[in-house]
């Protein structure tokens, strides 16, 4: 209630109706005839001058009344301000070390930059491997061709029933001396010779 009437007595109605009151009050205790005044000119407006003091004396501590409890609200208002605030910065610093944590995990995800880097260099290896094996190939041809213009008359001619044919056994087939034996050991220098 106190804060109520503290709260008109600041306002500009307050003003205007005072000011209308008392110019009423003053013209009605000066105009009028003497028998209709109760305020009289020739008393100095005793009875206004203590209605106007006793309403400063009323309005003083109501204001100060309002005015303290104004005070205790803004005190509860900033203390919650305060906690909010401690909270906001609680928080705030934990998504900081969250973000920094993130940094750092992301750090050590493959980005699509480093897995296209990654497949280049595998398709780059891959196409070195296919061209070694291109090479490799090429030189096994040649080998067998130079095997197929190593290979002795003999096997060339057709079987001849009347010829007499070596005999061939487990034994002259490991041997170095038997002449198939000859045409590998020929291969393998002709491969060292490609090396």
């Known amino acids: 209630m106190t804060e109520k009437i503290a709260r008109f ?5 307050f003003l205007l109706w005072m000011t209308i009151f008392c110019a009423v009050w003053l013209s009605w205790n000066t105009l009028a005839p003497e028998e209709m ?5 020739s008393l100095n407006f005793t009875l206004l001058t203590l209605m106007l003091s006793l309403q400063a004396s009323y309005a003083a501590p ?7 409890r104004q005070d205790d609200r803004d005190r509860v208002v900033a203390r919650q ?11 705030t610093e934990y998504l900081t070390r969250e973000i920094a944590s993130l940094r750092i995990t992301l750090r ?8 296209r880097g990654e497949m280049r260099d595998i398709m780059d290896e891959l196409q070195e491997v296919q061209r070694r094996q ?8 040649a080998l067998a061709a130079k095997a197929n213009e190593l290979e002795t008359p003999e096997e060339t001619k057709p ?8 005999v061939t056994s487990a034994f002259d087939v490991l041997s170095d001396d038997h002449p198939k034996m000859r045409k590998k ?11």
């Open 9 to 13: 007595m600041g306002t500009p109605q």
């Open 37 to 41: 005044q109760f305020d009289p000119r």
């Open 159 to 166: 079987f001849d029933p009347n010829v007499a044919q070596p």
């Open 134 to 141: 291109e090479e490799l190939f090429a030189r096994a041809e």
């Open 185 to 195: 050991k020929k291969v393998k220098d002709i491969d060292r010779s490609f090396e």
């Open 81 to 91: 301000d305060r906690q909010r605030d401690q909270r906001n910065l609680e928080e």
């Open 108 to 115: 050590e995800v493959a980005t699509r930059d480093f897995v």
């Open 62 to 68: 109501l204001l100060l009344l309002a005015q303290n």
